[in-house]
């Protein structure tokens, strides 16, 4: 394309600059806190479900491939309280509360011990005070001092810390 086909820039007038009067709330950001907090929030909540969402259907995929009964009125209850307690864990990492938060602090308990990983323990006697009444439980006895002991160093020395685990692979 040829300079001579381009019109003449001398016939652009300027807009004054001094002119320009910009409306609140338009093209600047709200000055109320409260307005930011509840669209971060907003935000935050689609984010957070639409993650869970993502996670919960590969994990439906996996178990599927894996030949689970997914079609089990049992298995539908306990995919949704899987997938309600990821819920749950998504919304702690943003500060943000849920009731699965506190159905996890009720059952479990996290120790630490110095020098080794963080483990936790789940207690369902927190929540659970009756046992099946479908299902007869055999008494046991109890472990031999020693076996326990073992026991107890084997799970002392299994840790599990994040950075072992490699996505990329």
């Known amino acids: ?22 409306k609140p709330g338009i093209t600047t950001p709200p000055s109320n806190n409260e307005y930011v907090k509840r669209i971060q929030q907003k935000q935050t909540k689609e984010f957070v479900e639409t993650a869970v969402d ?11 491939d894996l030949a689970i009964k997914t079609e089990k009125q049992s298995f539908t209850k306990d995919l949704a309280l ?28 996290v120790s630490s ?11 369902y006697g927190n929540i659970i005070d009756r046992e099946y009444p479908d299902q007869k439980v055999k008494s046991s006895k109890p472990l031999s001092k020693d076996l326990k002991e073992d026991l107890k ?8 810390d994040g950075e072992d685990l490699n996505t990329d692979e």
Do not use: C, W
């Open 54 to 64: 993502d996670i919960s259907m590969n994990l439906l995929r996996q178990l599927y």
């Open 82 to 109: 899987v997938v309600d307690m990821i819920r749950g864990l998504v919304y702690r990492d943003f500060d943000m509360k849920h009731p699965a938060q506190r159905l996890a602090d009720k059952l479990v308990e």
């Open 153 to 160: 160093d084997l799970n002392d020395t299994i840790a599990f």
């Open 113 to 123: 011990k110095k020098g080794s990983a963080m483990s936790a323990r789940i207690d």
């Open 1 to 22: 394309m040829s300079n001579d086909k381009l019109p003449p820039k001398d016939n652009i007038i300027l807009f004054p600059s001094s002119r320009i009067v910009e």
